[in-house]
């Protein structure tokens, strides 16, 4: 089932997604991630619930990213599933993403 919330959780916004973050609902993804950066200081999207991305959900997590990084916002990717975390390796991307195990670990790294 796919699944697209954002909620706070301290200073944090969290976007949530589960299920396949594929084409059809891509846009949906970017429209959340961009729209949490437009009410806080730090996003968050949590990947926990994820079965699959492709390169479409993968883009829409790469724009928050650079749209966070030119405001001096913080984007993090937390609880990554191992289906994200293999698309991100294979594509380098587990070394350009913030990945943390939970909101707690994050807020520990400056």
């Known amino acids: 089932m796919k699944q697209c919330s954002t909620d706070m959780q301290g200073s944090w916004a969290v976007v949530r997604l589960g299920g396949e973050v594929d084409l059809s609902w891509s846009q949906q993804v970017r429209r959340a991630v961009l729209d949490a950066l437009g009410t806080s200081?730090?996003?968050a999207?949590?990947?926990a619930k994820v079965s699959?991305?492709?390169s479409s959900g993968i883009a829409a997590l790469v724009e928050g990213f650079?749209?966070?990084r030119g405001k001096g916002q913080r984007f993090v990717?937390?609880?990554a599933s191992d289906a994200v975390l293999a698309v991100?390796?294979?594509a380098r991307l587990d070394k350009v993403?913030?990945?943390h195990a939970s909101i707690e670990d994050?807020?520990?790294t400056p």
């Open 41 to 43: 200081q730090q996003v």
């Open 45 to 47: 999207v949590d990947l």
């Open 52 to 54: 699959y991305i492709d």
């Open 66 to 68: 650079q749209s966070a």
């Open 77 to 79: 990717l937390i609880e």
């Open 88 to 90: 991100l390796r294979l």
């Open 97 to 99: 993403f913030a990945i």
């Open 106 to 108: 994050a807020e520990k």
